[in-house]
């Protein structure tokens, strides 16, 4: 087996909160907590779980643009912490993206659109300005967007074009992994597929890998070749796309797949109960409030991801 591009052990991040005026503290809220995973070349890891889950916490974490609180996160070879020299700081930037989630706040409105592309790599120095010049504009090819938008500005687009453009500009320095944090959220359906198909269709042209991170396991089943499963800041399953379709094993999963609309299929009720209004336990299973096949060892044991079948893996104790 190839050998993962990204790894991440025992990955923490916690958020404490403050009262404003006297910023005394509250508490602390866990975004992150024990987070393992590798994603492999050519690979796209699909990441889903509900909206405050942790999901884009993570995706920053493992961008550098915060720092952990513990854990490690290895990419190529180079571990991310702090010290971390400057050209392998250079290198990691270079080798790992981002394709945000808003497409209209994440361009500068100020900035013509070949402005916006050719940023990453007059920063980085890879080449003259003429070259970037013709770099950029083969990048707004390669999107699907027509050379003649070049000196436009991002108010001058719809939605989907202006992640077209998002999307040029995080492939700009030939990086070898793309997050993709929520990248078809905002947009129509009919504009989701497009985008989605360029996005498949990149990625076997470039040999991309991608954390396809998003709130709507549909979305994921389209485009993952693995996926995870987060609730409350955990991986609570991780498997290939089949597995995880076609036989899922967590409680919350199933929840997650009885959710989808299904025309002229009937499906099997799943309840969701809120026995304590989702507070998670201390000692046990952060699931344990909503789960409808709870033991009595879920709130004294925290479960760990064990593997059941060959590549599927689940944490709780009732699987």
């Given at each position: 087996?190839?050998?993962?591009?990204?790894?991440?052990?025992?990955?923490?991040?916690?958020?404490?909160?403050?009262?404003?005026?006297?910023?005394?503290?509250?508490?602390?809220?866990?975004?992150?907590?024990?987070?393992?995973?590798?994603?492999?070349?050519?690979?796209?890891?699909?990441?889903?779980?509900?909206?405050?889950?942790?999901?884009?916490?993570?995706?920053?974490?493992?961008?550098?643009?915060?720092?952990?609180?513990?854990?490690?996160?290895?990419?190529?070879?180079?571990?991310?912490?702090?010290?971390?020299?400057?050209?392998?700081?250079?290198?990691?930037?270079?080798?790992?993206?981002?394709?945000?989630?808003?497409?209209?706040g994440?361009?500068?409105?100020?900035?013509?659109?070949?402005?916006?592309?050719?940023?990453?790599?007059?920063?980085?120095?890879?080449?003259?300005?003429?070259?970037?010049?013709?770099?950029?504009?083969?990048?707004?090819?390669?999107?699907?967007?027509?050379l003649?938008?070049?000196?436009?500005?991002?108010?001058?687009?719809?939605?989907?074009?202006?992640?077209?453009?998002?999307?040029?500009?995080?492939?700009?320095?030939?990086?070898?992994?793309?997050?993709?944090?929520?990248?078809?959220?905002?947009?129509?359906v009919?504009?989701?597929a497009?985008?989605?198909?360029?996005?498949?269709?990149?990625?076997e042209?470039?040999?991309?890998?991608?954390?396809?991170?998003?709130?709507?396991?549909?979305?994921?089943?389209?485009v993952?070749d693995?996926?995870?499963?987060?609730?409350?800041?955990?991986?609570?399953?991780?498997?290939?796309?089949?597995?995880?379709?076609?036989?899922?094993?967590?409680?919350?999963?199933?929840?997650?797949?009885?959710?989808?609309?299904?025309?002229?299929?009937?499906?099997?009720?799943?309840?969701?109960?809120?026995?304590?209004?989702?507070?998670?336990?201390?000692?046990?299973?952060?699931?344990?409030?909503?789960?409808?096949?709870?033991?009595?060892?879920?709130?004294?044991?925290?479960?760990?991801?064990?593997?059941?079948?060959?590549?599927?893996?689940?944490?709780?104790?009732?699987?």
């Amino acid at each position: 087996m190839k050998e993962p591009i990204l790894k991440v052990k025992g990955l923490c991040k916690d958020y404490r909160i403050k009262t404003g005026l006297t910023n005394r503290s509250l508490g602390i809220i866990t975004a992150v907590d024990s987070v393992d995973l590798e994603i492999y070349p050519n690979e796209t890891l699909g990441l889903v779980g509900e909206s405050g889950c942790g999901k884009s916490t993570l995706a920053r974490l493992l961008l550098m643009l915060e720092r952990p609180d513990s854990g490690k996160v290895i990419f190529d070879g180079i571990e991310l912490k702090p010290g971390i020299n400057k050209s392998s700081t250079k290198r990691v930037r270079k080798g790992m993206q981002i394709i945000f989630q808003d497409p209209f706040g994440s361009l500068s409105p100020r900035k013509k659109v070949i402005s916006i592309i050719e940023e990453p790599l007059i920063i980085h120095a890879v080449a003259s300005r003429k070259e970037i010049r013709e770099r950029a504009m083969q990048l707004l090819a390669l999107v699907g967007l027509p050379l003649d938008v070049a000196n436009r500005y991002p108010h001058e687009f719809s939605g989907g074009q202006r992640q077209r453009i998002g999307i040029a500009r995080a492939l700009a320095l030939n990086p070898r992994l793309v997050i993709c944090d929520e990248p078809v959220s905002s947009l129509d359906v009919s504009i989701q597929a497009q985008v989605l198909n360029l996005l498949v269709g990149l990625q076997e042209r470039l040999k991309l890998s991608y954390l396809f991170i998003s709130h709507d396991i549909s979305v994921v089943n389209y485009v993952s070749d693995r996926i995870g499963v987060m609730y409350m800041g955990r991986i609570v399953e991780i498997a290939p796309t089949k597995s995880i379709i076609n036989t899922p094993m967590h409680p919350y999963t199933r929840c997650l797949l009885a959710s989808i609309p299904r025309v002229g299929k009937k499906k099997d009720r799943i309840v969701c109960t809120d026995k304590k209004g989702f507070i998670p336990v201390a000692s046990g299973c952060n699931y344990l409030p909503r789960c409808n096949m709870a033991m009595d060892i879920c709130s004294k044991s925290r479960p760990v991801l064990k593997e059941m079948e060959k590549g599927h893996f689940v944490a709780c104790h009732a699987c």
